[in-house]
Each structure stands twice: as structure tokens, then as C-alpha cells.
């Protein structure tokens, strides 16, 4: 069950976003559910403590996931910016194929 864990841990840290504050909450918030995991394992108490642990770090989740999708789904900053001006570029350069075509530099 350890080695599952930490592979679950591994995989979301890999994915966050260190320098944002709600991604560092949720991996704090993952840390104490480990920690109250491994003290279940050592002291052999009941799993009551990990699982609230563990739901509060889910309940957390919850919202940073939808977030974070939207931001997939609008795309990044960079990439947007890029696409608008591509776009651009393609209309401006389809405007001049046209003009030239119009006014017989084409003929």
C-alpha cells in the first residue's frame, strides 16, 4: 500500500505547478495524509484520521482539477497569443492574394 501511495504522490507532484499557492496547499494537504498513514501503519490505530485526511485533500482537489481544465481547454497565455496572431497573419495575407488578384497584378 506504501509503494502505492508514493507512486500517487509522485504522479500528481510531477503534474502541479510549484509556483502556484493552491498547488502547494494540495500537496501539503497530500503530505498530512501520508503522514497520518504512516502513523496508522506504525502505531496499528484505526484508518479514521487518514481517511478525513484523505478527503480533505480530495474535497481541495475538486476545485483546482475544474480550474485547471478550464485552463486546458482556453489553452496557455503563450499559446493563444501565438494562434491570434497566426490567425491574423492568414487573413491579412489571404486580404493581399485577393487585392493582387483584384487589381490585375495577377492578370
Known amino acids: 500500500m506504501r509503494y502505492q501511495v508514493a507512486e500517487a504522490y509522485s504522479r500528481v507532484t510531477l503534474k502541479l505547478n510549484h509556483n ?29 484520521q487518514v481517511m478525513e485526511a484523505i478527503e480533505t485533500a480530495t474535497n481541495y482537489d475538486k476545485p483546482l482539477i475544474k480550474k485547471e481544465w478550464g485552463r486546458v481547454k482556453r489553452g496557455e497565455p503563450a499559446f493563444l497569443f501565438a494562434r491570434i496572431g497566426a490567425i491574423s497573419l492568414i487573413a ?16
Open 92 to 107: 491579412v495575407l489571404f486580404l493581399a492574394v485577393i487585392c493582387l488578384i483584384t487589381f490585375g497584378v495577377f492578370k
Open 20 to 48: 502556484e499557492e493552491n498547488h502547494e496547499e494540495l500537496l501539503r494537504l497530500m503530505k498530512v495524509a501520508i503522514l497520518k498513514q504512516n502513523e496508522a501503519l506504525q502505531y496499528k490505530s484505526n484508518s479514521v
